[in-house]
């Protein structure tokens, strides 16, 4: 696909890039420029037309980079472009630090409240009868576990799978198997809201950059 320039004395981009031949919005510009030419709705030879009378050029894009950076940190500058010998243009962008603390802390804090999530629904265990169990902590999980609960009554019993096999569940259990699920995931909405009250309170990236977001327990 090529991409075209409308530029001015090879310093300045006038119009684009333009991912087509697109001869409306060159002749609207150029209209608007008073210069006197009749753009071609056919695409000029080579991707190069020289506007006569003018010190205007059309001319392609031919590439134009994005260095890799640290997207909670920097970011891109630019497009920075030059002017080749054969007419095409290339471009790059630079990479700078972010310059404000409070762009970059909501960044933070989208990377804090996933590993949560993914914390929250990953799961945990408890022995129940002297056998490790692997409980269910997602949401749909919980829910079951307490609807169960709610109606079944002291002395009761139901047979419930687990990923290491069957286990007869007395009603209290099953009321572990909710305290214990509850305290697992309320451990990560804790490390969560700690996590958060710290990225606030943080006045330099070099603060931010020392918290820890690797994992909530």
């Keep these: 696909m090529t991409q075209y320039l409308l530029v001015e004395n090879r310093t300045t981009i006038l119009l684009g890039p333009m991912n087509s031949w697109k001869p409306r919005f060159i002749q609207a510009e150029l209209d608007e420029l008073e210069i006197d030419y009749k753009v071609s709705p056919a695409e000029p030879d080579g991707g190069y037309l020289q506007i006569p009378n003018s010190d205007l050029e059309i001319m392609t894009l031919v590439q134009l980079e994005y260095p890799p950076h640290d997207t909670i940190y920097q970011q891109h500058a630019g497009p920075f472009y030059t002017f080749n010998d054969d007419n095409t243009v290339t471009g790059t962008h630079e990479v700078v630090d972010i310059p404000h603390i409070e762009i970059i802390k909501p960044k933070l804090k989208g990377i804090v409240a996933a590993k949560r999530h993914e914390l929250e629904i990953s799961g945990t265990t408890t022995t129940i009868q002297d056998t490790v169990i692997t409980l269910d902590t997602t949401r749909d999980g919980r829910n079951l576990y307490v609807q169960q609960y709610v109606t079944m009554k002291d002395g009761d019993t139901i047979n419930w799978k687990f990923p290491e096999?069957?286990?007869?569940?007395?009603?209290?259990?099953?009321?572990?198997?909710?305290?214990?699920?509850?305290?697992?995931?309320?451990?990560?909405?804790?490390?969560?809201?700690?996590?958060?009250?710290?990225?606030?309170?943080?006045?330099?990236?070099?603060?931010?950059k020392a918290i820890s977001l690797a994992k909530g327990e």
């Excluded at 699920?181 to 809201?193: D, L």
């Design 165 to 208: 096999g069957w286990v007869a569940l007395s009603y209290a259990d099953l009321g572990t198997v909710i305290q214990t699920v509850t305290t697992y995931v309320q451990a990560q909405y804790s490390w969560e809201n700690t996590t958060v009250n710290t990225i606030d309170a943080a006045t330099t990236v070099e603060e931010l």
